[in-house]
């Protein structure tokens, strides 16, 4: 294990991913503000327009930057069923000065991992291992870290130097991380795998990192095909929506196909669409 763990520092330095991500940020023009007014309209009846709206608030997409707003719709998301918009609410209200918000969006958060949004689960061992934000619990944290590692979620990596040059990760402190990283696949680890990877960062602008992009849709294709999913569904605010239940990638992941089930759909917008607040709690994780 230790071996893994000296191999994982050392390659952290010169390596990083750019999967099928999607940013969404600042936009003034008619077309984003007709965006905004339709996901608007439609996040009265439908959950992941709900989700959506809450980034367009939060970045100024088609309206004024409002994060109250956002929090506002990521919250009604959540109350609706939605994984991704607790999981939004929950980071977003991590990141505020009260200290009662805190501890909301930490219970948001980890009602996202124990539903089973990958992300969620990761920063829940980020959140809880860090003295940062104020709750750090080495024996909760390994329990979720632990479960990072189990569902190969390859951002763990950065949680896991970050405890390895703190001298946390032995079996003493973390003994369900190191069982889990002694039972992980050598792919989980930089340097090991294969070109075909699907960990969520943004490149650091520096010549020395290798970087490897997957061409996806872009913000529009994404953006209209939510819309003629709501056009074509009843309202669904009652319905338990995840956005979390279908991995890989195929056909229908890939919008120039003849249609994109709406699972397929809330998957690709759960992971894939990035609004600069969130590029900015990963780019500080670790």
């Not at 991992?113 to 944290?141: C, Q, T, W």
């Not at 319905?239 to 994109?260: A, P």
């Amino acid at each position: 294990m230790i071996k893994r763990i000296l191999l994982l520092a050392a390659t952290l330095s010169t390596f990083s991913v750019l999967a099928e991500e999607v940013k969404i940020g600042k936009c003034d023009t008619s077309q984003c503000k007709e965006y905004f007014n339709d996901y608007k309209r439609y996040a009265k009846s439908h959950i992941d327009a709900a989700a959506m709206l809450g980034d367009m608030y939060l970045n100024g997409y088609g309206t004024e930057i409002d994060e109250e707003e956002a929090l506002d719709a990521y919250m009604k998301a959540a109350r609706w069923g939605s994984v991704l918009g607790r999981y939004k609410a929950g980071l977003l209200m991590l990141t505020s000065d009260d200290e009662d918000d805190r501890e909301k969006g930490l219970t948001y958060l980890s009602d996202a991992a124990k539903r089973g949004h990958p992300n969620a689960i990761y920063f829940m061992g980020e959140v809880l291992s860090n003295d940062r934000y104020g709750f750090k619990n080495l024996e909760i944290a390994d329990e979720w870290i632990a479960a990072s590692i189990k569902s190969q979620n390859r951002n763990v990596i950065y949680v896991l130097s970050r405890l390895n040059e703190e001298g946390a990760l032995n079996a003493t402190q973390m003994p369900l991380t190191v069982a889990a990283v002694e039972r992980a696949p050598d792919s989980l680890f930089p340097g090991n795998e294969s070109k075909e990877l699907s960990a969520m960062r943004l490149p650091p602008e520096d010549s020395r990192f290798e970087v490897i992009e997957v061409n996806g849709p872009n913000l529009r294709e994404i953006l209209d095909h939510g819309l003629a999913l709501f056009k074509a569904l009843p309202r669904d605010i009652h319905k338990k929506s995840t956005g979390t239940r279908i991995r890989g990638r195929d056909c229908d992941d890939v919008f120039s196909c003849s249609s994109v089930p709406a699972e397929n759909w809330q998957r690709y917008v759960a992971y894939s669409v990035r609004t600069p607040f969130e590029a900015a709690l990963w780019a500080a994780r670790g």
